[in-house]
């Protein structure tokens, strides 16, 4: 393969190249069988583009905007964990790729770099995701630190009461590094022989008491708005609107949670019907091609994040390798748009694809 990848999946070969192989199956690995880690790639193929000729395409807008602000297009950087374990630089090395592409990073809890250093490196735009652990003070102190160093959302993860089984990390024996943002509050390293021991720490740590009552407690802690990851249903989806939070992620964690849920874009148009635009859905799973970027909007996310390609880009070639991933994203989305004839992110509608449920009813 020539040195410089083309796109993700070349970045992917050249993440696989640069990281031991213990690193490389947590990142890339999901839940048990892996059918849904599949499922979310492969659903997108099934989507096909409707697209409209003689449309005046000169002039191309991506930008859009998320809870106010404006980002250059609509990908953004998911929360995914340890990103020393890619690069040394870590997520500042990620930040500074978000800033650079003038686009929204959210920061994982289990980050290796703390809220502070990641919040000094650059004048990204960055939300902050937290885990509810069992002792609440934990998951409290770190989102009034995101808080006061200008993290502008709280990214609620709630599909991960235990940690989903990932069967590689188990044979691998997955380390459970000292998280810096933890130092002075609680242990993070596991020093077991046996299993993952990111799966032993993950499920001493998380709460899986969390339910809907708990949002007015998060609510408490924090002026920052809320947004709830993990709804994969319209029933989901009208309790959320129901607590009054500020946006949700439609998304199944990368298929690395409970294996056998549908692909993310298979359930998208459902939530977005339920929520019937009162608060922004976002989307993540599986975008691999600025193609799976028009798709998603098309079917009424206002925006989508990536949490693989980034650690690929990151992996491969640090900060430079994670702006490379998101460029030749919103290229390809760019690209996709003039060819389906939408000059802006707001003329991409539903009409501009074919699921394969509209096949279903066109046979009926
Ligand atoms: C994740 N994801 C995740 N989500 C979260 O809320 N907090 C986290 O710390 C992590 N960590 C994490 C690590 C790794 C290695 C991966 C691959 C994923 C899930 C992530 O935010 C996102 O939902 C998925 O990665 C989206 O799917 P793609 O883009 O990886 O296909």
């Known amino acids: 393969m020539a040195t410089e990848p083309v796109n993700v999946s070349e970045f992917q070969e050249l993440a696989k190249q640069a990281l031991p192989k213990m690193f490389y199956d947590f990142y890339s690995?999901?839940?048990?069988?892996?059918?849904?880690?599949?499922?979310?790639?492969?659903?997108?193929?099934?989507?096909?583009?409707?697209?409209?000729?003689?449309?005046?395409?000169?002039c191309i807008n991506l930008s859009?905007?998320?809870?106010?602000?404006?980002?250059?297009?609509?990908?953004?950087?998911?929360?995914?964990?340890?990103?020393k374990l890619a690069h040394p630089e870590g997520e500042v090395a990620t930040a500074r790729a978000a800033a650079a592409c003038k686009t929204i990073m959210v920061l994982s809890f289990s980050s290796t770099c703390t809220v502070e250093e990641v919040a000094s490196s650059c004048n990204a735009i960055r939300f902050f995701q937290v885990y509810v652990h069992r002792r609440r003070d934990i998951s409290a102190v770190l989102v009034q630190r995101?808080?006061?160093?200008?993290?502008?959302?709280?990214?609620?993860?709630?599909?991960?009461?235990?940690?989903?089984?990932?069967?590689?990390?188990?044979?691998?024996?997955?380390?459970?590094?000292?998280?810096?943002?933890?130092?002075?509050?609680?242990?993070t390293e596991v020093v077991s022989?046996?299993?993952?021991?990111?799966?032993?720490?993950?499920?001493?740590?998380?709460?899986?008491?969390?339910?809907?009552?708990?949002?007015?407690w998060l609510k408490s802690i924090t002026n920052l708005p809320i947004l709830i990851k993990g709804v994969l249903t319209a029933e989901d989806a009208v309790k959320a609107v129901e607590v009054g939070v500020a946006g949700i992620i439609v998304s199944n964690h990368g298929g690395r949670q409970l294996d056998y849920v549908p692909a993310t874009i298979s359930v998208l148009e459902e939530v977005v019907q339920a929520v019937g635009g009162r608060?922004?859905?976002?989307?993540?799973?599986?975008?691999?091609?600025?193609t799976d970027?028009?798709?998603?909007?098309a079917l009424g996310a206002q925006a989508v994040l990536i949490g693989r390609p980034v650690i690929f880009?990151?992996?491969a070639k640090g900060e430079y390798g994670v702006r490379r991933v998101i460029e030749m994203l919103r290229d390809e989305l760019e690209l996709t748009m003039t060819l389906c004839g939408c000059r802006s992110v707001k003329e991409i509608t539903r009409s501009y694809v074919q699921t394969e449920r509209d096949s279903l009813r066109s046979l009926l």
């Open 279 to 290: 608060i922004p859905v976002l989307f993540d799973g599986g975008i691999r091609r600025g």
């Open 64 to 83: 859009t905007t998320i809870l106010g602000y404006k980002i250059s297009s609509p990908i953004m950087v998911a929360p995914t964990g340890m990103h």
């Open 193 to 216: 022989e046996k299993g993952s021991k990111l799966a032993a720490f993950a499920n001493g740590a998380l709460d899986p008491s969390l339910s809907w009552k708990d949002i007015a």
């Open 313 to 315: 880009g990151l992996a």
């Open 293 to 297: 970027v028009f798709k998603a909007l």
């Open 29 to 58: 690995g999901g839940a048990e069988d892996q059918y849904t880690l599949r499922e979310n790639i492969e659903a997108f193929s099934r989507i096909m583009f409707q697209p409209r000729v003689l449309v005046d395409v000169s």
């Open 146 to 187: 995101a808080e006061r160093c200008g993290y502008k959302a709280i990214v609620l993860t709630a599909d991960t009461p235990r940690l989903g089984r990932r069967e590689a990390d188990i044979k691998n024996k997955m380390i459970s590094p000292q998280l810096k943002n933890f130092e002075g509050l609680l242990s």
